[in-house]
């Protein structure tokens, strides 16, 4: 991995991407960002202990189809795209001898960055059987416990992130070395929470040391969001 400048790691929510990406970072020495941190969209809608659901969140999921969700996490995603690229383009140039970067985030589309073609770059993209994310989304929002306008809202954003990975799986063209499954292709029954954060970012790591990372190429298909 001497040449390697930039991992790119996205998936949808809730499959595991933050936590292996900082462990992969860490591995390689290299910086962990997400590309949340570049612009915000309405997020998890359950509370934590030290944090309520703002009202934009809630009227967000309370208020839109999950058509209308995809739309939008989509449109917001597109006008992300140019920071993005600009980063991700900035870093793989980098040849100052400063730290690499891991770059997390459901704002990683496949065919937008393989049009970018820039050298030093992996790239892979987490998946998990539909029960494993549902399990956690239920245990990230304590579901048995929530009131009924709660579960409405994890419901909503449950059923984004299942189309969410159904459109990704597809723009990647099916199984392949740049996608992970979480789960080791388990469902939540027969792989409790899924592989260990270790688990993963060890098979993360195996897939990139398998890429060329000169030049990024992954497939150039995207599928229509129309549903």
Not at 11 to 25: F, H, P, R, Y
Not at 65 to 82: F, N, Q
Not at 98 to 124: N, Y
Not at 155 to 166: C, G, I, N
Request: glycine fraction near 10%; hydrophobic fraction near 40%.
């Amino acid at each position: 991995m001497r040449e390697l400048r930039v991992v790119l790691i996205g998936g949808t929510s809730n499959v595991g991407k933050s936590t292996v990406a900082q462990l992969v970072a860490e591995t390689l020495g290299f910086e962990c960002l997400s590309t949340d941190a570049l612009a915000r969209h309405p997020g998890r809608p359950w509370r934590t202990v030290d944090r309520e659901v703002p009202a934009h969140v809630a009227e967000h999921y309370a208020s839109l189809s999950v058509d209308e969700l995809i739309t939008s996490v989509c449109a917001h995603y597109d006008r992300l795209r140019p920071r993005v690229e600009e980063l991700i383009t900035a870093r793989a140039a980098d040849d100052r001898g400063g730290a690499g970067l891991v770059l997390e985030g459901s704002a990683l589309w496949p065919t937008h960055i393989a049009g970018l073609r820039t050298p030093h770059t992996a790239a892979v993209w987490l998946t998990a059987d539909a029960s494993l994310i549902r399990a956690r989304i239920h245990a990230a929002g304590h579901y048995e416990t929530a009131t009924g306008g709660e579960r409405e809202l994890m419901d909503k954003f449950l059923a984004r992130s299942e189309r969410y990975q159904a459109l990704l799986t597809d723009a990647l063209g099916g199984p392949g070395p740049a996608l992970i499954d979480a789960g080791g292709g388990r469902s939540a029954a027969e792989a409790g929470s899924g592989r260990s954060a270790a688990e993963l970012a060890a098979a993360v790591l195996a897939a990139v040391d398998a890429q060329t990372p000169q030049t990024l190429q992954t497939p150039q298909r995207r599928p229509s969001t129309d549903r």
